[in-house]
Each structure stands twice: as structure tokens, then as C-alpha cells.
């Protein structure tokens, strides 16, 4: 059974740090193109960071770029997501996707990040 599991998520103050974790089961990330968006309050989805099947190739939303770094970790099943300088405007609830070509996407349930003083 396919599951991703996020953590991590919380309260920060502005220009604070989070790292979020996405713990992937019942298939191999090495297979499948990961990715973080986000949902704030009445706003869509959007695409945060990507990283390729292999972790060789990233891409970021230019909102975020400087500020967030997306890594995996194949042996573990893990996909991170490092997040510095954090502003009020980052705040919504991150959702991990693993995606492949002709095979589908999933999504984990989702983790709450709220920057405030």
C-alpha cells in the first residue's frame, strides 16, 4: 500500500527555520519525481520544490528560491524539505506528491506550517 507520511510542520517565528519530512512506503522513491506544494487559506495548491527520481536535478517556485532546499534520501525513503528565512507568507499546509509517468500520482495528508511573531 502506497502512504506519505509528512512531519514536521509547526509554528516558527518570521525568518525561522523548519525542515519537513515526507516518509514514503509501499513503493521506492528512487522510481518516482517527488514533490512539495502548499495550500494557504483560500488559495490553490502550488508547486513549492521538485526533485528527480535520481535527486540529481531540483526546481524550485521562485517565492521560495534561496530560502528552501529539497533533498532525498533513496535508501530511506525520505524526501526533506529545509525551509530558512520563513515569512508570514509561508504559511499553509505542505503536502508531499510522489508522481511517474503512466503510473499516477500520491499525496500524503498534509502538514501545517504557520510563521507568526
Known amino acids: 500500500q502506497v502512504q506519505l507520511v509528512e512531519s514536521g510542520g509547526g509554528l516558527v517565528q518570521p525568518g525561522g527555520s523548519l525542515r519537513l519530512s515526507c516518509a514514503a512506503s509501499g513503493f521506492k522513491t528512487s522510481d518516482w519525481a517527488m514533490r512539495w506544494y502548499r495550500q494557504a487559506p483560500g488559495k490553490e495548491r502550488e508547486l513549492v520544490a521538485y526533485v528527480s527520481s535520481v535527486g540529481d536535478s531540483t526546481n524550485y517556485a521562485d517565492s521560495v528560491k534561496g530560502r528552501f532546499t529539497i533533498s532525498s534520501d533513496n535508501a530511506k525513503n525520505l524526501v526533506s524539505l529545509q525551509m530558512n528565512s520563513l515569512k508570514s507568507e509561508d504559511t499553509a499546509v505542505y503536502y508531499c506528491?510522489?508522481?511517474?509517468?503512466?503510473?499516477?500520482?500520491?499525496w500524503g495528508q498534509g502538514t501545517q506550517v504557520t510563521v507568526s511573531s
Open positions: 506528491n510522489a508522481a511517474r509517468f503512466r503510473w499516477g500520482s500520491y
